[in-house]
């Protein structure tokens, strides 16, 4: 048979696409699917991570806005029982020198809109700007309670002093805040009462608020407890309300939520409740802050249409280099695949110089070696690949420790922080039960801070800040613990104690060291502390936040005794003996 005939008998092959047409479209369908699922995963988390993050910005924002309410109490709290403890207040032979007295007080905080003193019977004897001088008040709540020991009356409309006071765009509110006035001998000699301008309340909403965040719809709405709104827009103002939110706060809890609302429109909500742990001179106000929800996630939307865009673009760019790439890899093994075809199409003229020098890519250059050589090579880079990602694994496990350490780091100070306090707090708690030996907390508060903060600047008061903390790591041991829990407040924990004098004796060892000057740049400065002391018995059920609070508050009773002293909170209830 003729070779025009064997031609003829050899069967038509299947014509198959092109490895360059293959190459493109799995390119293209990869770069596809990629974008797709990077763009829901993308999505899902952005929208995941600004839910959170608006949660939390509320929630913060609720909790400023409660600690600014309980600051504001707290100082009129403070300052009837200094006024009360006052010479010429428990003897009020002078009532102008009296009054002048209260004007003072007055000059300096103007959201006190009246301060007077009334008689045993009722009488006012002194008031800033003689208002209601020689009037009786005993049909006044406050007269009455204000004779049992310091309290607060909650928000309520002026009745005398309404048509007294200068007339306002707004009607006078007020929070009463009243206290006995005693003899050494405790003989009651009168009622101190300041009444505090609720004009103080939206002084604070307002300041606190970014002019960003009211333009974004944020607003704070302070709700008492029976439901009435005190504060908030002006539609809602002494109205009643009920809202998830409103139940969580007045049952003590703090966060954020999503909800819808009376209005219809679903907010993202934070909530807190003042007062806190306060007993007669606090007001259990609900602090709420919400946002629409569409405003909450508009830098989340925002985020999402721009991501849509850019994968869009990248999903294009990314098509025509898939194309570019797919003619570049195809053509060696185009060129190779022509001569390997040559050669079976004449297999008795076939010699390796047939075979073109094939360059462009490693595969191609290595396709005709021998199979040994081949699976020696592939053993060789799969231990090498073996070896990097061991060695990426470590890299990562080491990166992740530092990232956990520098969690639990305060910044400024380099002490532990309020995340490492919480977990370490337990576990010393538990410890003292296990080996029967109890433990203490130090609630270390910085006396004349702001001062220096106010006066020096923030670089020095952040210099202050550092040596303070160094100073009480240096003065306890090892196997104790020191914190920075936030701004200039500290906490210690003391363990392996013989009992509630070892405490003490930490404690008033801290004292004498934080009290000796520290050297900033602009010279030496000498400030204090007010330490709480709180003791956790082995037999006692731990409960961490109860003993910090008690140590809190026990804190706070050495700052109301005079600062730069110590505390201890009682095992039982029983009053805080100062030292």
């Known amino acids: 048979m003729t070779t025009s005939s064997d031609a003829i008998l050899q069967p038509k092959r299947a014509k198959h696409f092109r490895l360059a047409a293959l190459m493109v479209s799995f390119s293209c369908l990869t770069v596809a699917i990629t974008v797709l699922l990077q763009l829901l995963l993308v999505d899902h988390y952005a929208i995941a991570h600004a839910s959170e993050q608006a949660r939390l910005r509320l929630q913060q924002l609720s909790w400023q ?100 006071l200068p007339r306002t765009s707004d009607p006078w509110r007020f929070v009463d805040i009243a206290g006995p006035i005693r003899n050494a001998d405790g003989t009651l000699r009168g009622v101190l009462a300041i009444h505090l301008s609720w004009s103080w309340a939206r002084s604070l909403a307002r300041d606190l608020l970014t002019p960003a965040q009211r333009d974004i719809g944020a607003e704070i709405i302070v709700v008492r407890s029976d439901g009435v709104v005190l504060l908030g827009p002006n539609d809602m103002l002494e109205k009643r ?81 898939a194309a570019l790439l797919a003619r570049r890899l195809a053509a060696p093994l185009k060129s190779l695949s022509g001569a390997i075809e040559g050669m079976a199409q004449a297999p008795d003229q076939a010699r390796p110089e047939a075979i073109p020098p094939i360059g462009g890519f490693y595969e191609a250059e290595v396709l005709s070696d021998a199979l040994r050589g081949l699976i020696r090579s592939e053993r060789h880079h799969r231990v090498e690949l073996e070896e990097m990602n061991a060695h990426l694994e470590e890299t990562v496990a080491a990166r992740t420790a530092e990232l956990q350490g520098l969690l639990m780091r305060d910044v400024l100070t380099g002490l532990p922080n309020r995340r490492a306090l919480l977990q370490a707090l337990p576990e010393a708690m538990a410890r003292a039960a296990r080996l029967d030996r109890p433990c203490a907390v130090l609630f270390l508060d910085m ?90 018995m082995p037999h006692q059920v731990p409960d961490p936040a109860r003993l910090l609070a008690r140590a809190d508050q026990a804190m706070y009773e050495a700052k109301r005794k005079g600062k730069s002293r110590v505390a201890t909170a009682p095992v039982e209830a029983e009053p805080v003996a100062v030292r």
Request: charged fraction near 20%.
């Open 241 to 321: 309300i009920a809202t998830q939110s409103l139940t969580l706060a007045q049952q003590g809890k703090t966060g954020a939520i999503t909800e819808r609302w009376p209005d219809g429109c679903v907010y993202v909500t934070g909530y807190s409740q003042s007062g806190g742990s306060r007993e007669h001179a606090a007001l259990h106000w609900a602090v709420l802050v919400r946002q629409t929800e569409q405003a909450a996630m508009a830098s989340a939307h925002q985020f999402e249409h721009r991501a849509l865009w850019f994968s869009l673009l990248l999903a294009a760019v990314l098509a025509c280099l």
């Open 65 to 164: 806005m409660r600690d600014s309410l309980d600051r504001t109490l707290d100082q009129a709290v403070r300052d009837v029982y200094l006024l009360s403890a006052l010479p010429q207040v428990q003897r009020p032979a002078d009532p102008a020198a009296v009054r002048q007295i209260l004007e003072n007080l007055q000059h300096y905080f103007s959201d006190y809109a009246w301060i007077g003193i009334a008689d045993p019977n009722g009488k006012v004897l002194a008031a800033t700007g003689g208002l209601l001088e020689n009037r009786d008040v005993t049909a006044r709540p406050w007269f009455h309670t204000g004779q049992q020991g310091v309290v607060a009356h909650d928000y309520h409309p002026a009745l005398l002093l309404g048509q007294l």
């Open 447 to 536: 006396d004349g801070f702001k001062q220096v903060n106010d006066t020096r600047g923030h670089e020095e008061g952040d210099e202050l800040l550092r040596q303070f903390g160094s100073r009480i790591l240096t003065c306890i041991r090892q196997t104790d613990m020191a914190a920075r829990l936030a701004g200039d407040e500290f906490v210690v924990i003391l363990e392996m104690l013989g009992g509630e004098p070892d405490a003490v004796a930490k404690a008033d060892f801290l004292l004498s060291q934080l009290t000796r000057p520290f050297i900033l740049s602009s010279g030496s400065v000498q400030v204090g502390a007010s330490i709480g002391v709180a003791l956790q």
